[in-house]
């Protein structure tokens, strides 16, 4: 029920902030 673009932003390392 998730967009890809909201699964992509959970599944994706932000650990670059």
Do not use: Q
């Amino acid at each position: 029920t998730m967009l890809p673009e909201s699964i992509a932003v959970v599944l994706a390392p932000t650990d670059s902030s």
